[in-house]
């Protein structure tokens, strides 16, 4: 095998990629590589383009149920040009100096995602640093004077330093981005969907953020929290990875390394019903939530021998919860702060099992996932009834990305 790159990863027999990098033939004298990263083949705008050993990209949905024996390398696709800025960032030493995390939208849910994070310790958060952005001066002021009023007495362990820093600062600086901002949320009394209908004004949002991200060449975790937090994420990818004419350029942000953060606090509203019931201790070793953000969302209370009518109640939870915060005259945001976002980062940078929208088959689906340089879907145990129910749950989101104009083909 002929390696390219003296860095902690290098390029196997792949000249081509290896002279796009400017890496030479590895020398000698360097220790071995960390990494080992071999060529596949497959579709950049189906399969994340930079894939660790224990994932398959191939086996698309089937990933959540079926492991492939662990491959020696990593793998790439050499085809994609933005997988020459992922190659490199991920040659770079790891290095101990932890997370810099840069949050825009200081309302409600990013208010409290934002505390539990500061109030957190950098050794067991991983985040060093939280960088906070709010198009309203005032409001971002405000949450730099409450954040920076986080403190211990004499308690053990940093709390994270707070900066506040604009859109460029943060792409700049920061190793993974949360986009918590809106246009707005519908306000109570609203009949019917509240999340799609953010679509539009908060993809316009996004691209302003977008349009940083390539101007400082970021290669950072993009993380969506606003709603709709399927489409947004497909957005990211899609709107980064088109040129004018709506064609497929390859040069944006990698499909890994954008996900969503909305079925923490589904899980949570489905845990809350079990735990009413007496059944919380058993679902929360078997079971699991799947899907999207949305009224679409799937909890089962043991993913491998599942009881139908205890799912369809978790389901139904994780559904309703927020029509009943709603119903009582106030906005939920308390539960997705802190599950799906504060509560769910820490692990998620440190590599461990967390409930995330990752890039699976074309589209972004909520399933357990691990962080390793991009987030991918973990694989388990899987009843045949879960199977379908998820088999025809991705088919008709696909469907859905089509009409919406998200995906390419
Ligand atoms: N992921 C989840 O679990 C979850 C759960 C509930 C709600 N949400 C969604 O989270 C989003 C935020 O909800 P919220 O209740 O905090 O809204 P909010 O209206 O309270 O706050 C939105 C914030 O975004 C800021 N903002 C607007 N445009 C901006 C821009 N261009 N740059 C930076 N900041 C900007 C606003 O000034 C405001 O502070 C919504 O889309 C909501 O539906 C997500």
């Not at 902690?8 to 030479?24: E, K, S």
């Not at 604009?166 to 920061?174: A, D, K, V």
């Not at 969503?260 to 899980?267: I, S």
Request: include cysteine; aromatic fraction near 8%; charge should be positive.
């Amino acid at each position: 095998m002929k390696l390219f790159g003296q860095g902690r990863a290098a390029v196997a027999d792949d000249p081509a990629t290896a002279g796009r990098l400017g890496w030479g033939v590895r020398r000698r004298s360097r220790p071995d590589p960390e990494l080992i990263l071999a060529p596949r083949e497959g579709d950049p705008r189906r399969e994340p383009w930079v894939a660790p050993p224990w994932h398959r990209p191939a086996l698309g949905l089937e990933t959540l149920r079926r492991g492939s024996a662990r491959q020696p390398n990593w793998t790439y696709l050499a085809g994609a040009p933005g997988v020459a800025r992922e190659l490199a960032r991920l040659a770079e030493p790891a290095g101990p100096r932890g997370w810099s995390v840069g949050l825009a939208g200081l309302g409600r849910v990013g208010g409290v995602a934002a505390t539990i994070l500061a109030a957190t310790p950098s050794r067991t958060s991983g985040v060093r640093e939280l960088v906070i952005h709010d198009v309203d001066a005032a409001n971002q002021q405000r949450w730099l004077l409450e954040l920076g009023s986080i403190a211990r007495w004499r308690g053990r362990g940093e709390l994270p330093l707070v900066r506040a820093g604009g859109p460029q600062e943060i792409f700049e600086r920061c190793d993974a981005f949360l986009f918590a901002a809106t246009d707005g949320v519908p306000p109570l009394g609203t009949q019917g969907e509240v999340r799609l209908v953010q679509l539009a004004p908060n993809r316009a949002i996004l691209r302003g953020f977008l349009a940083e991200a390539r101007r400082a060449d970021f290669a950072g975790l993009f993380l969506i929290v606003s709603d709709p937090v399927e489409w947004l994420a497909q957005a990211a990818f899609f709107d980064s990875n088109s040129d004018r004419s709506g064609r497929f350029t390859g040069a944006g942000l990698a499909p890994e390394r954008v996900a969503g953060l909305g079925l923490g606090v589904m899980w949570g509203r489905a845990l809350a019903a079990a735990r009413r019931k007496g059944w919380g201790e058993t679902i929360a070793r078997r079971g699991a939530a799947f899907g999207p953000h949305s009224a679409e969302v799937v909890a089962f209370d043991d993913v491998a021998r599942p009881d139908r009518q205890r799912s369809e109640r978790l389901s139904r939870a994780a559904r309703e919860c927020n029509l009943k915060v709603r119903g009582l005259g106030h906005l939920p945001y308390v539960g997705p702060g802190v599950s799906s976002v504060g509560l769910m980062v820490p692990p998620l940078l440190a590599g461990r099992e967390v409930l995330a929208s990752v890039f699976v088959d074309g589209i972004y689906f909520g399933a357990p996932a691990r962080q390793a340089w991009g987030l991918y879907p973990t694989t388990r145990r899987m009843a045949d009834e879960v199977w379908s129910a998820l088999g025809n749950l991705h088919a008709r989101l696909r469907a859905q990305a089509r009409a919406l104009g998200l995906l390419w083909e």
